[in-house]
């Protein structure tokens, strides 16, 4: 008598990304001390973020969430490239599911990065203040996380052409990828509900 | 694998009434004048850590429908022995990314050049080591 054993992939990076919360709750920690022992600071120095502009950066993450998972059921149905046009998105594969979630991901962080060029202007610096420093580590932590993404999506979308039988493994690769740039996106709402709405 | 998901869980549950202790003495202890971050962000999301890891180990329990052998106080050993997975016998790709991440580390504590020699090599690895089963005579 045998039993399929667990996917020793999808364990392994669920239990990294549990490790993964525990390093973003180290940052929540630093954040929140901070604003407590500094609240007029804070007070100040919030009121220079552009909350509508984060807003639509946020929305842009979020979305690359849907067609990433759109992306993981092409893959989950073996589907590694498009059968279809290329303006028929339903019968697009993972590689363009992918495609368009890199794209989106790629303007979350280059806007990310435009915020930071007029936050420096406006006198929000890494070594100025504490608030600075708390909001560039946060904020910063994740945008490397979503650049690391990036290239993992590069990578899996490699495999895929290079692949001559897309079996269960390439998919795993697709869904753990998966895995971790949900778990990111989740992470970004939590640090926009704090940095941006809370404040 | 029942044992963890039931782990996970107790732990959840531990960790979710130590955090609303912990804001609630804290906070008393204080005079009613702050509430200590440190520990209840860090006491609240030990419990999601837990509830995340007990929701996907119970969602994987279910896929692989039955008990595993390690449930079973009836099982032989050779009732595990079905594939555990992929593991490449000889792989030298994780101890060049092994070196090139040391460098890196290396460069931050003692000068960024190092650092600098260390990120192309990181790059060759991960690259390596990812489609080492895509080419040449073990590509699938």
Redesign the interface.
Known sequence: ???????????GV??W??SE??F???L??IY??L??TSPELWAEQSAKLNVPYAAVITVILVLSSFSCQAGVFAAEKFRPVRTGRLWEFWKWGAVEWFYWTFAMGATFVIGQIYEYANLVSDGVGLSIDSYGSAFYLTTGFHGLHVTGGL?AFL?VI??MY????F?H?EATTSIVVSYYWHFVDVVWLGLFAAIYLVR | ?RVNVNLFTVLFVFFLVADFAYILWAYIDSGGQ??E??G???I???A??AF??QF??RL??RS??????EDRVDADID????????FSPWSWWPFLLGISLALIFLGVAVGIWIALIGAPLVLIA??GW??EY??GNF??
Do not use: C
């Open positions: 008598m045998t039993v399929n054993r667990p996917n020793t992939v999808s364990v669920i239990v990304l549990g919360v525990m973003f709750a180290g929540f920690a929140f001390t604003r407590s290239i990578l490699g495999r290079s692949v001559k039988n079996t493994r | 694998m702050r509430i971050w440190v209840a962000i860090g609240g999301l030990s999601i850590l995340f890891l996907y180990l994987t329990q692989i429908g039955g008990p595993l052998p009732d595990g022995d079905a594939e555990q997975g992929h991960v690259i990812n489609y895509y080419r590509a699938r």
